[in-house]
């Protein structure tokens, strides 16, 4: 079988294996729903330039390593049209009428995403994997070749400033956040 048949097949496998995951994944790493499509895209395209470099059994810490890099472009893409275009031209508005908890719930959910986005590389990656991808410790030290201890540490690091700032904002939520950044790592 041409090298070049094989390749499109292992392509096009892990794209059908991993769409919902690179969706996912992107979406929390703060990609904006209107971008996920696109960026989910450009992921795969990068992914299938680089086949050759992905391990057999790694595939998914390589998507999330590409993952990661897509999302960081977009969001520098979109601080990039924040900073020419008007705010309320990037934003489309929902004329239905919101119940308080919805818009409570979108609110907090947006306030998450941006505390997560501005956190360092170092510390989003060990909490998004563990927190959001329900990884445990011993597989984010893995997957990032750190020791168990270190990723502890970040992902406690993580917590508390995810606490601080939900917590300066929703004062309510505080101390839930709290207890969340004190609960045992996974």
């Known amino acids: 079988m041409p090298r ?16 919902a995951y690179v969706t996912r994944a992107l979406r929390r790493a703060g990609v904006s729903e209107a971008m996920v499509d696109d960026a989910a895209q450009h992921v795969f395209l990068v992914v299938s330039q680089k086949l050759g470099a992905v391990r057999p059994g790694r595939e998914r810490a390589f998507l999330f390593g590409v993952v990661l890099n897509v999302a960081a472009h977009a969001r520098r893409r979109i601080a990039r049209l924040r900073e020419t275009a008007d705010d309320a031209a990037l934003e489309v508005l929902d004329e239905g009428p919101l119940q308080d908890q919805v818009l409570e ?37 893995e997957e990032l070749g750190l020791a168990v201890g270190t990723v502890a540490s970040r992902l ?29 790592q996974r």
């Open 4 to 19: 070049d048949t094989e390749a499109r097949r292992d392509a096009n496998a892990l794209v059908l294996e991993h769409a």
């Open 105 to 141: 719930d979108a609110r907090t959910s947006a306030l998450v995403e941006q505390v997560l986005a501005d956190l360092p590389m170092e510390l989003r990656d060990v909490i998004v994997r563990i927190d959001l991808e329900e990884r445990t410790a011993a597989e984010v030290a």
């Open 156 to 184: 406690r690091r993580a917590r508390e400033v995810m606490a601080r700032e939900v917590g300066r904002v929703h004062p309510s939520r505080q101390m839930r956040a709290a207890r969340r950044a004190r609960s045992p």
